[in-house]
C-alpha cells in the first residue's frame, strides 16, 4: 500500500517567516502534485513535479521532487496570511498513474 | 471554462434516508473521482472511474455506498440508509491525462450532514 507523509500536520507562524513542510513515502512515484485548500472550498492544484530532483518555483513558493522521486519538499518564503489553508501532497504511479495517493496534509495558519 | 461542479452544495439529511450527490465534471475530462473530507482530514478516496467504467472501487466503506457515472460525463454517488458516521465533505474531481499525468480539479464539496 503506498502512504504519503507530511510533516508537519499543524503549522502557525507570523507573516514574514519562512517554512517547509515535507512529503515523504518508501514508494516511488512517477510524478507528485501539491494542492492548496481554503475552507469551505475543494483542493486547488499548485504545482506538478515529474522529474527526480526537480525543482519549481511559484512566486514564493519553491517546490522540489527528490531524487529518488519517493519525498518532496514545498518552502515557502516570506510567509503571507493569504498563504493559509490546508496543503497536500499527491502522488501517481509508478503503474497507476491516473490515481493520486493523497497526503495526510499540513494544516498552515499565518498570522498577521 | 466551467470548472468541477456539485449539487447539492449542503444537504441534511435524517439517519436512515438515502441520499443522492452529483457532480458535473469539466467538459472532455475521461477521468473522474469521488472523495470524503471529515472535519479538518485529509482526503479519503473513494472511487474513480475511467470513461464510465470504474476501475477501482476500493475505497467505498460499505455496500451502502455506490456510484455511476454515465454518458462519460456526469456523475452520482449514492448513500443507502445513511448513519451519522457518513456525515462529511464529499469531494469530486475530474482530469484528463496532459503530458503524462492526470492533474485533478476538483469542485467545491457538498456537505452532507445525517441527523
Known amino acids: 500500500t503506498q502512504l504519503l507523509e507530511q510533516s508537519p500536520q499543524f503549522l502557525s507562524i507570523q507573516e514574514g517567516e519562512n517554512l517547509t513542510v515535507y512529503c515523504n513515502s518508501s514508494?516511488?512515484?512517477?510524478?507528485l502534485q501539491w494542492y492548496r485548500q481554503e475552507p469551505g472550498e475543494g483542493p486547488v492544484l499548485l504545482v506538478t513535479?515529474?522529474?527526480?530532483?526537480e525543482v519549481k518555483k511559484l512566486k514564493r513558493l519553491t517546490f522540489q521532487f527528490g531524487d529518488a522521486r519517493k519525498d518532496s519538499s514545498l518552502h515557502i518564503t516570506a510567509a503571507q496570511p493569504g498563504d493559509t489553508g490546508l496543503y497536500l501532497c499527491?502522488?501517481?504511479?509508478?503503474?497507476?498513474?491516473?490515481?493520486?495517493?493523497f497526503g495526510t496534509g499540513t494544516r498552515l495558519q499565518v498570522f498577521p | 471554462g466551467a470548472g468541477v461542479s456539485q449539487s447539492p452544495s449542503n444537504k441534511v439529511t435524517e439517519k436512515g434516508k438515502d441520499v443522492e450527490l452529483r457532480c458535473d465534471p469539466i467538459?472532455?475530462?475521461?477521468?473522474l473521482y469521488w472523495y470524503r473530507q471529515s472535519l479538518g482530514q485529509g482526503l479519503e478516496f473513494l472511487i474513480y472511474?475511467?470513461?464510465?467504467?470504474?476501475?477501482?472501487k476500493s475505497g467505498l466503506p460499505s455496500d451502502r455506498f455506490s456510484a455511476e457515472r454515465t454518458g462519460g460525463s456526469v456523475s452520482t454517488l449514492t448513500i443507502q440508509r445513511t448513519q451519522q458516521e457518513d456525515s462529511a465533505v464529499y469531494l469530486c474531481?475530474?482530469?484528463?491525462?496532459?503530458?503524462?499525468?492526470?492533474?485533478?480539479?476538483f469542485g467545491p464539496g457538498t456537505r452532507l450532514t445525517v441527523t
Open positions: 474531481a475530474s482530469s484528463s491525462r496532459r503530458d503524462g499525468t492526470y492533474e485533478q480539479y
Open positions: 514508494s516511488v512515484f512517477s510524478s
Open positions: 513535479v515529474v522529474t527526480g530532483g
Open positions: 499527491a502522488g501517481a504511479g509508478p503503474y497507476n498513474t491516473d490515481k493520486l495517493i
Open positions: 467538459s472532455g475530462h475521461t477521468a
Open positions: 472511474f475511467q470513461g464510465n467504467s470504474a476501475p477501482d
